[in-house]
């Protein structure tokens, strides 16, 4: 048996802000609201009312809300097919992410009757795209052996049109629904996909897009005017994420030149004339209207902050996401006349503000590194938690959090490293991990460790490392490759064993890591022992801290075990673990609080000399 994790029943003395801390969590939050195409009145969102992350609907023409699905481990995926006339949500096992789709009227179900399978015929997998038209379905599945897409249409049986040992999925269906636009990874390599483009009537080939080794192609959406073959992708032939538009019918493109830095992504307009652009750039988003008649490229005027989520409704009006890391997020409507005002706000309390971030760039082996620094109140140096993000192609951006609110409201000051891996930076820093990752992310995270302590806001005795899924591994590697570094090291669903991890994880993770490696573990054990935490667990000196989700298809619990295994058998290092039924994090409002409420008080008891483990 391995030693509990201790769970405090507060963090704080002073009650305004052990309520504070909790209220950002337990304040209702809710997804921005995803329409009917043909029916915008009926809206899908998730919500955690009522304690855990839930569907909903809202019924716009009478204001009606209503709670569709009610888990033990939550809800977080489902649309809307364009007549609104039923609600799709994916139906998993206990957050396994292992399931199939299933309908239920937008109306409601009469009590005791359970949702209808959406797609019959259609094995359980895991989630592989889906674009719901109006005569025809299109899903993908991924399994142990490989990748299927799956067509249905109006009156007739679900069939399988594409299948492949290596990953694909669904990417865009054409407007009028003959045409299907396919991302896959047959070349071998998930993190740089080809695009194919099929008819929906037989599967055949209408047209194929690679830019080759080392280059992706994201297929994004076709344009929304019936009879318009144009589909809007992602490439990166100059080294960062730009836009491309495609037309299919005539096999021309047109490269979408904005004179922006960082990277973009897109949809269209409904009339097809414009694009809605995200520009994204030092840890921010902001919103573009880029004309393509005449070229012109308009900043949208939305709220502060970072934007998350947007579309844009029938008539103009963009609704979008708002928030930074000093106030909460708030869903919006920026109107075509340039009035902005809050689309919906969540029943209750809005979450209490926090801090502000500030940027840090700093010199690193592999070129700038761009992290984000919150300081609590007073002087430093300061105790210091390193929060790294997991992906690893995501990015630390200046977003509300509950949970580095938390860190700071506890005294920690918290730095967010977007190491060589990070999405925003260019391909080139995205793909630098490539062949060696972990061994190099961190060696980022140790020049931002070097300026935190010799800028003064660190005090190097009391400096954490923590992170989720990638983080919690980058955390874990961190605690055995770098010991000198750190007073503790908290590891959140974490790969830990990356030979065993392997074995256990989902298909797709395992083309990710193929790709990503440069091979399979049989192949290159070698680079995977390299970078797996296993490797180094004789030479971790500060306590770990694990929490592990049962039911993890991405960092399974068996490689966790033999991590823990390997700490026990030393017999001479405090650690702790808590385990939580559910997949890749929780859903649950009260265990996202016992996670924070885990770490924060194993962070204090380790940086002042508490008692650590059993």
Known sequence: MHPDAAVPDRLFDDDDRERRWRARFTATRMSRPHWAKDVPDRCVYTSNEGGTTEVHTWDRATGLHRQVTSRAAGTHTATLPPDGEHVWWFDDTDGDEFGRWVAEPFAGLPAGERPADALPGVEDGYPAGLEIGRTLVAAGTSTDDGSRIWVRRDGADTEMIYEHAEDAGVGALSEDETLLAISHSEHGDSRHPDVRVVRTADASTVAEKSDGPGRGLTPLVFSPVAGDQRLLLLHERRGREELLIWDVATDTETEVLLDLPGELVADFYPDATALLVWHTHAGRVRLYRHDLRDGTLTELPTAPGTVGSAEVRPDGTVEYTASSAAAPVSIRALHPDGTDRVLVAPPGEPAPGSVAVRDVWVDGPGGTVHALVAEPAGEGPHPTVFSLHGGPHAADEDRFSAVRAAWVDAGFAVVEVNYRGSTGYGSTWRDAIEGRPGLTELEDVAAVHDWAV?????????????????????????????????????????????????????????????????????????????????????????????????????????????????????????????????????????????????????????????????
């Open 454 to 614: 010799s800028s003064g806001l660190a005090d190097p005795a009391r400096i954490v490392v923590e992170g989720w899924s990638w983080g919690g591994y980058l955390a874990l590697l961190a605690a055995g490759t770098q010991p000198d570094r750190w007073a503790a090291a908290i590891g959140g669903v974490p790969v830990a064993d990356y030979l065993a991890a392997y074995a256990d994880e989902m298909e797709q993770l395992r083309a990710f890591d193929r790709a990503l490696f440069g091979g399979s573990p049989d192949e290159i054990p070698d680079v995977y022992a390299t970078a797996s935490p296993l490797t180094y667990v004789g030479d971790v000196r500060a306590p770990v801290l694990v929490l592990a989700g049962e039911n993890d298809p991405r960092c399974p619990i068996r490689q966790v075990d033999n991590y823990l295994d390997a700490l026990a058998a030393r017999g001479d290092l405090p650690y702790e673990v808590s385990r939580f039924d559910a997949g890749h994090g929780s859903l649950v409002v009260e265990e996202t609080i016992r996670h924070v409420a885990t770490e924060i008080d194993f962070a204090r008891r380790s940086v002042t000399g508490g008692a650590v483990g059993g």
